[in-house]
């Protein structure tokens, strides 16, 4: 099992820049991908970006690529979203997960299995 702690939301302007950061504890995190999602009211959680267990391989939703970038540390059991050049659609929470089984390379979203709580970034117009 696999705990994860989302952080670094917040209110941003369109156009302005938010880092969110999710930490994992409980199991070996560099084994696993990772990918970050969210949800918007009244709509369905969406896949925003993954990034696999050795961190070669990266995915963006077409609506985040150029804007936003999904990194980790492994030595701080760490994953990050960078979040530029906000827009007032990017409003929702967002939810750190990890890949239900070690060494994949989180293409695809139904491999999510363990989530975070979510953290709130409201993108203002």
């Known amino acids: 099992q696999v705990q994860l702690v989302e952080s670094g939301g917040g209110l941003a302007q369109a156009g302005g820049s938010l880092r969110l950061s999710c930490a994992a504890v409980?199991?070996?995190?560099?084994?696993?991908?990772m990918g970050w999602f969210r949800q918007a009211p009244g709509k369905e959680r969406e896949f925003v970006a993954s990034?696999?267990?050795?961190?070669?391989?990266?995915y963006y939703a077409d609506s985040v690529k150029g804007r936003f970038t999904i990194s980790r540390d492994d030595a701080k059991n760490t994953v990050y979203l960078q979040m530029n050049s906000l827009k007032p659609e990017d409003t929702a929470v967002y939810l750190c997960?990890?890949?239900?089984?070690?060494?994949?390379?989180?293409?695809?979203?139904?491999?999510?299995?363990?989530w975070g709580p979510g953290t709130q970034v409201t993108v203002s117009s």
């Open positions: 997960a990890a890949d239900r089984r070690p060494l994949g390379l989180g293409r695809f979203p139904a491999a999510f299995g363990s």
């Open positions: 409980g199991r070996t995190f560099k084994n696993y991908a």
């Open positions: 990034i696999s267990w050795s961190g070669g391989n990266i």
